[in-house]
């Protein structure tokens, strides 16, 4: 059964920080792993999908990497912003037609 | 392009009772998704379908809780009877995906259920 962690938890950053978050999954036979943003009150939005064949994605400031082998994937953001504060969460799909299997997210916080 | 559309956006009701979460998916998806989020979790799914066909509901506690998805296009969520623990945020998604999942997931705003 596929279990996905991040850690940290929570994160406070000053504002133009470049910072980290880290997602980790028990099982590395997975089709492919999706990083979400969530504020509060809202649903989620898909920030950026890493196919199991790719090591990367980059969407403007946001940079993705995936190494299935240890079963990690980061969340790079550069020049963190106070409208970066959110929940950030990553989601891991199976080879075996599983559905997505969620973390429970980290809470970013960046201060002005 | 509009969204996935979800109502109610807040419920309140007391045990025991029921509730329906209806959800309108957006135009040409194929695949939906409810997933249960409680406070402080990541989201979990309950039922899965393409089109109109349940694609997975071996999380979906069946004693209480029902989905449909008639016509292929929205859907609807009923909770009956209620029980605390069922307190959280019902998240409708949809996808043009096919059953192996391969694309972006797009989510509604959720629906805030509490049970008192």
């Known amino acids: 059964k596929q279990e996905v962690t991040q850690i940290p938890a929570a994160l406070s950053v000053p504002e133009g920080e470049n910072l980290v978050l880290n997602c980790s999954f028990t099982?590395?036979?997975?089709?492919?792993l999706q990083w979400f943003r969530q504020d509060p009150g809202k649903g989620l939005t898909s920030l950026l999908l890493?196919?199991?064949?790719?090591r990367e994605q980059t969407s403007g400031r946001l940079n993705a990497s995936l190494d299935k082998s240890s079963g990690r994937s980061t969340l790079y953001i550069a020049a963190s912003q106070p409208g970066d504060s959110a929940t950030y969460l990553c989601a891991v799909k199976g080879n075996y037609g599983q559905n997505f299997v969620f973390g429970p997210g980290t809470r970013l916080s960046v201060l002005p | 392009e509009a969204g996935v559309a979800q109502s109610p956006r807040y419920k309140i009701i007391e045990k025991r009772q029921s509730v329906a979460f209806w959800c309108n998916p957006i135009?040409?998806?194929?695949?939906l998704y409810w997933y249960q989020q409680i406070l402080g979790q990541g989201p979990k799914l309950l039922i899965q379908?393409?089109?109109?066909?349940?694609?997975?509901d071996s999380q979906l506690p069946k004693d209480r809780f029902s989905a449909e998805r008639l016509k292929g296009v929205d859907s609807t969520l009923k909770i009956q009877p209620a029980k605390l623990e069922d307190s959280a945020v019902y998240l409708c998604a949809s996808s043009w995906t096919d059953r192996r999942g391969g694309n972006t997931i797009y989510f509604g705003e959720g629906s805030w259920l509490t049970v008192v």
């Open positions: 135009s040409g998806h194929a695949t």
């Open positions: 379908f393409q089109n109109n066909g349940v694609v997975d």
């Open positions: 890493i196919q199991s064949s790719q």
């Open positions: 099982d590395s036979a997975i089709y492919n």
